[in-house]
């Protein structure tokens, strides 16, 4: 399929979502992929030059061009290096050991210095964006390998003074790339808000895909993330 036409569209929602912002921890559950350290990047990453990712993201979602102009660089200095917009919003949050949870699992300590690159898209009141980032075999199992702690599947945090539960769930799913974990985050109270993200892991490369807004549900955002890994993976072979 042509790169940028994979989203469909029941009645006026979008069913699949977004390629993701990815940031965070090191891995989920703060151990396991939390635990690995980022020593060199040479160690983490792949072969491919953050121009070669940019050529491997989508360009157009259901005919919409990206906000933004594709931007490229070391991973944690990209825009788009935030998974969950939801989650950092909160100054506050109790208890204090799920402040970062919401936004691990992406990688950011393992892959902070990989080339990458990043788009973003807004479709329909819908928040969306893709990110590619070089890296090895074991650099991108460690990035797959946290778990929500124990005690975070529902927390509280305060945005602007007010309240705002938060609630998270993760699982691993397979049918995308060769591993592929899902993340979901809701808020309810001050701030409701609805989030998806998948992170997986190709050949060379971890791409992630995130969308928030009303449409975003695991359906859609699984389905786009099955076909943007397709496009990425040939276009990187």
């Known amino acids: ?10 009645g006026a929602a979008l069913v699949p979502v977004a390629v993701a912002s990815v940031a ?3 891995g989920i559950g703060g151990t396991s992929a939390g635990t690995t350290s980022a020593t060199s990047v040479s160690a983490a990453t792949s072969g491919f030059s953050a121009a070669q990712l940019r050529g491997a993201l989508l360009t157009r979602v259901n005919g919409v061009a990206a906000v933004t102009p594709a931007s490229i660089g070391k991973y944690a200095s990209l825009p788009a290096a935030s998974t ?6 909160a100054v506050r949050v109790s208890p ?6 919401a ?3 992406f990688g950011s300590a393992i892959l902070a210095q990989a080339p990458a690159a990043a788009i973003e898209f807004g479709l329909s009141g819908n928040a969306v964006s893709e990110v590619l980032i070089a890296s090895s075999a074991n650099s991108a199992s460690a990035v797959l390998a946290g778990q929500v702690p124990t005690g975070c599947a529902r927390y509280q945090g305060k945005v602007a003074g007010k309240t705002v539960q938060f609630r998270l769930t993760d699982k691993a799913v397979t049918g995308i790339g060769q591993q592929a974990r899902v993340l979901h985050i809701r808020t309810a109270g001050a701030a409701p808000a609805n989030q998806w993200s998948l992170v997986y892991r190709g050949t060379g490369f971890v791409g992630t895909v995130t969308v928030t807004g009303p ?5 859609a955002v699984r389905e786009l993330a099955r076909q943007a890994y397709a496009f990425a993976a040939k276009a990187l072979a």
């Open 84 to 89: 969950s917009r939801l989650a950092t919003q």
């Open 215 to 219: 449409d975003a549900s695991e359906l």
């Open 96 to 101: 204090p050991a799920c402040a970062r949870a």
């Open 24 to 26: 965070g921890c090191s």
């Open 1 to 10: 399929m042509e790169n940028g036409r994979w989203w469909r569209v029941l």
């Open 103 to 105: 936004v691990a699992g």
